[in-house]
């Protein structure tokens, strides 16, 4: 392959990556986390009640779980909820993540020289799982990691040397922070102030009583002005004691609660550990961990010899994790505003990475690609209706299988195609969702038009989840009640006239049931399980409780309780 034909190849990597994360946008089943359906649902009570401020939700304790600048974006793009739909709820965070690749991309072209070294570091931020999981749905990691990571951006974008830190970059940057906390946290003020004070140290040997005199004021000035960002939420707020309860003390306060147990038990056991911080750079990582765990071995072995930019990258990456070591809980996502310099460090280094890092990614690509062909053969036989899938999805499984073996062929191959390939696993799983986000995923117009200002019943454990199913019956009056699984159908037409009813895809017993009317039914995909329903996996029903149903039942005939 010449130069000329490396070159499109890159950019055309390039377009793969930025058609994957727009594509398939208002999947009901995207890479996700539930605190996102609470998210949704703050973005549209707020809009119903016709005012930026206060916050709403359902539940008053949660209405102030996060700053409004996430929920006051969802308002924009479905201007004040008239366009309710789950794409435009999720573009202005996918456009955060793709302007951040931007960065990373002129960054890594900036410090290395050439512009396939930006590519790949764009490349490689795109094809990390974090970027992927929390980089396209109504999250604060996207738009928090843009506007924590363009500070640093333009302090190195300036060559040779890294620009020194002046008074008007400080106060761009304190607006810029305070963009960044009034997504997510006035605390988060604390690792940037951090960082740019160890960088800053760092640019000027350690002489402290220099930096103090030329440096130290103008971080202050940063974190005063950002913090001032973040208190426009508390001057223009009615209610700003209630953030105060719920946000400063509840939200953050409470990470160090001593209640929460023993400092030192948690610090090494539970759900929260020091393991989580650790480890989480290559978690965050996904399929290119090897790569980045070796990165970090070879940092440090050439600790001497890395490049000043190189450095002031690694100080940044290290400030997130010695800063969020501290509190009592602790999460890989708190590590994601990093995550553009380890992109940038790994695609400067990518040539000195062992072979077998790529091999071994691309192995596992390799591995779960096979799962979505085989997964939809199963679900085609479960439902037993026929073609689910279209033809051309079979080639585009088969498609991600040839291209990641055929990087596994040959050795000048597997460094170049592991990130492509993990993109296009992307693309495949996106495929798998097909039957599930399409006509066979939603209920009939019959059965929407049926429930519309009626109130329906939704059984879940989950909190906000019925609000998934405000985009799937738009108009109707949703309730929540929470019953633990498995939901049982005498359960629920005893007390509710109309209902959802998750059944497994195969289960058709209930559908002409006396007494009973089922007005529709769509396929649903389970992705989160309570114990039993694990251990029933565990025992071998893995397609009854991962392929399920949900019927639209209305009851005709009240179940008759009374005694023989």
Excluded at 258 to 266: E, M, T, W
Aim: proline residues 7%.
């Amino acid at each position: 392959m010449n130069a000329s034909s490396r070159s499109w190849a890159v950019w055309l990597a390039l377009a793969l990556g930025v058609f994957v994360y727009l594509f398939n946008l208002g999947s009901e089943h995207a890479a996700t986390n539930p605190d996102e359906h609470l998210y949704w649902q703050i973005t549209r009570m707020t809009a119903q009640g016709g005012e930026w401020l206060p916050l709403k939700n359902l539940s008053e304790p949660e209405r102030n779980t996060k700053p409004p600048a996430l929920f006051w974006q969802g308002i924009i793009a479905t201007d004040w909820g008239k366009h309710w739909d789950l794409w435009r709820v999720r573009l202005p965070v996918a456009l955060y993540t793709l302007a951040t690749t931007a960065l990373v991309l002129l960054l890594a072209r900036r410090l290395s020289g050439d512009t396939r070294t930006g590519i790949l570091a764009a490349l490689a931020f795109l094809a990390f799982f974090s970027t992927y999981r929390y980089g396209r749905v109504v999250l604060t990691s996207s738009p928090e990691t843009f506007w924590f990571f363009l500070p640093f951006f333009i302090l190195l974008y300036r060559r040779p040397q890294p620009a020194a830190l002046t008074w008007p970059l400080a106060a761009a940057f304190g607006l810029m922070v305070g963009a960044g906390l009034l997504y997510k946290s006035f605390a988060l003020v604390i690792p940037f102030a951090v960082g740019l004070a160890w960088w800053t140290m760092h640019q000027r040997s350690y002489d402290i009583p220099s930096w103090l005199r030329a440096a130290a004021p103008k971080i202050i000035l940063i974190a005063l002005l950002a913090v001032g960002v973040f208190g426009l939420w508390f001057w223009l707020d009615p209610h700003p004691e209630n953030i105060w309860r719920d946000f400063v003390l509840k939200e953050n306060v409470g990470k160090f609660d001593p209640k929460r147990g023993s400092y030192i038990v948690n610090f090494f056991a539970g759900n929260y550990t020091i393991w989580r911080i650790l480890f989480g750079y290559p978690f965050n990582a996904g399929l290119l961990a090897p790569a980045v765990v070796v990165l970090f071995f070879m940092a440090w072995r050439g600790r001497r010899s890395l490049s000043q930019p190189e450095q002031l990258l690694w100080i940044w990456i290290l400030t997130q994790m010695i800063v969020f070591a501290f509190p009592n809980q602790r999460d890989e996502r708190y590590l994601l505003p990093a995550m553009p310099a380890l992109a940038v460090l790994l695609a400067i280094s990518w040539s000195k990475l062992p072979r077998w890092t790529f091999t071994l990614s691309l192995s596992a690509v390799a591995l779960i690609a096979c799962v979505f062909p085989v997964g939809a053969a199963v679900l085609t036989g479960e439902l037993q209706s026929g073609q689910i899938y279209p033809w051309w999805s079979w080639v585009v499984f088969a498609a991600v299988i040839a291209f990641t073996v055929a990087g596994l062929r040959r050795d000048t191959l597997a460094r170049a195609f592991i990130c492509p390939a993990i993109l296009l696993l992307y693309l495949a799983y996106a495929v798998f969702l097909i039957p599930f986000d399409g006509p066979l995923g939603a209920f009939d117009e019959a059965a929407k038009a049926a429930v519309r200002g009626k109130k329906v019943v939704l059984p879940s454990v989950y909190g906000a989840h019925d609000e998934v199913y405000r985009f799937i019956l738009p108009g109707c009056d949703l309730e929540r009640v929470h019953i633990e699984p498995p939901v049982k159908l005498d359960d629920m037409r005893g007390s509710y006239p109309l209902f959802i009813l998750p059944v497994p895809a195969r289960d058709h017993s209930i559908e002409n049931a006396a007494g009973l009317r089922v007005l529709g039914a769509r396929l649903n995909l389970v992705d989160r399980f309570k114990g039993n329903e694990t251990q029933d996996m565990l025992r071998g029903n893995i397609t009854g409780q991962l392929f399920k149903k949900d019927l639209l039942i209305e009851v005709t005939t009240p179940a008759d309780t009374s005694s023989p």
